[in-house]
């Protein structure tokens, strides 16, 4: 096991309807050295890469995302959520529709934060069905940048939104993949990479 993996192990909690609770260490209260440690490990994996733009979305994509940007010694954009209708042109907007939550959100990026010559390293929290990552693909796509590569905290294997990514062609990368959780006895396991 990986050092994430361990500390899932540790600290993650199961819950019913395949939910792991991180919040003690990932998207609540926040592990600053764990994130380090992940910063240190997106910027192995993506080594030979251009990067020159972080992107994530809001909320708890946020705080990894500022800590893997020292990383790669580049800015951090991230998507907002949006109700509103009302968006002027000046915006990136892409649907996104939360499994989870059931309901869809507009996620909008500034034109002036996002263009041609970005070569972007999208980073999230978590991967489940992947709407919000789809969402952020297409906005990079609109703004005419290039996805060099998604990195993610801890995907969760048994949806389906990192096979959808992977058969695009995307280099994903998860630190953490957990294939099954059982929220009875609390054991989770992960996919071995
Ligand atoms: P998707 O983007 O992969 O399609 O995910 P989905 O709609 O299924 O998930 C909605 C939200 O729930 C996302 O956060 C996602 O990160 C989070 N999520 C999904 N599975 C789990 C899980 O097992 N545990 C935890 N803790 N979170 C999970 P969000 O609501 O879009 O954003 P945020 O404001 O929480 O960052
Ligand atoms: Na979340
Ligand atoms: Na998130």
Same mark, same amino acid.
């Given at each position: 096991m990986n050092f994430l993996e361990e500390r899932i192990q540790k600290d993650g909690i199961v819950k019913e309807g395949n939910v792991l609770k991180v %919040?003690? !260490?990932?998207?609540?209260?926040? %592990?600053i050295s764990l994130f380090e440690k992940m910063g240190e490990e997106f910027k192995r994996r993506f080594a030979n890469a251009p990067i020159n733009k972080i992107l994530t979305i809001e909320a708890s994509g946020i705080g990894i995302a500022c800590i893997v940007a020292k990383y790669f010694d580049a800015p951090v954009v991230f998507a907002k959520k949006s $109700?509103? +209708?009302? +968006?002027? /042109?000046e915006m990136y907007v892409a649907e996104v529709e939360s499994f989870t939550h059931k309901c869809k959100n507009q996620v909008i990026v500034s034109k002036k934060f996002l263009g041609p010559d970005d070569h972007v390293l999208i980073i999230d929290d978590f991967l489940a069905n992947g709407c919000a990552l789809q969402g952020l693909i297409s906005i990079v796509s609109n703004a005419g940048g290039t996805v060099e590569g998604i990195g993610i905290?801890?995907? $969760? /294997? !048994?949806?389906s939104g990192g096979r959808t990514i992977r058969n695009l062609g995307y280099h994903l990368e998860s630190l953490a993949i957990v294939d099954s959780m059982d929220a009875e006895n609390g054991t989770i396991t992960f996919r071995e990479q």
């Open positions: %919040d003690s !260490f990932l998207n609540h209260q926040m %592990d $109700k509103s +209708i009302n +968006i002027d /042109g905290a801890i995907e $969760k /294997g !048994f949806q």
